[in-house]
């Protein structure tokens, strides 16, 4: 045997033992996977108990995490300035339709159309 073998031995019986510790740690309590799968008598009668609500599995978990802003990726509740901007004006010019005037619509449809342009947006009216 070499120096090294019993070290090697050692750890491994470590990392099964830490590994083992883990899967009766996640099959374990109410919340684990055995409560899951356990029915019982019947699926009513399961013993799982749901750590969370679905209203706060919805929230952010990661609320202190800001990503980059890339415009080939979307994520969820970041705001976009630009669409922001292009739906305040097409917001005005709706009221501006709603109320007659159409000269001042037509004013921000020229608006709309030059901040899509430049951000890149391609549009054609009939």
């Not at 995490?65 to 979307?74: A, T």
């Not at 010019?93 to 619509?105: P, T």
Request: net charge negative; aromatic share 8%; charged share 25%.
């Amino acid at each position: 045997m070499s120096s090294g073998t019993p070290i090697a031995l050692v750890t491994a019986i470590v990392l099964f033992i830490a590994a083992q510790g883990f899967i009766n740690q996640l099959v374990s309590g109410t919340q684990g996977l055995g409560a899951y799968l356990k029915d019982g008598s019947g699926y009513n009668k399961s013993a799982f108990q749901p750590l969370n609500s679905r209203e706060e599995n919805d929230k952010d978990p990661l609320s202190w995490l800001s990503l980059p802003k890339l415009d080939f990726v979307d994520v969820k509740g970041q705001e976009d300035a630009l669409q922001q901007e292009l739906e305040e004006i097409r917001l005005e010019m709706n009221e501006k339709l709603q109320k007659g005037n159409i000269k001042e619509a037509t004013l921000l449809r020229d608006k709309l159309e030059v901040v899509m342009e430049k951000s890149g947006f391609q549009y054609k009216s009939d």
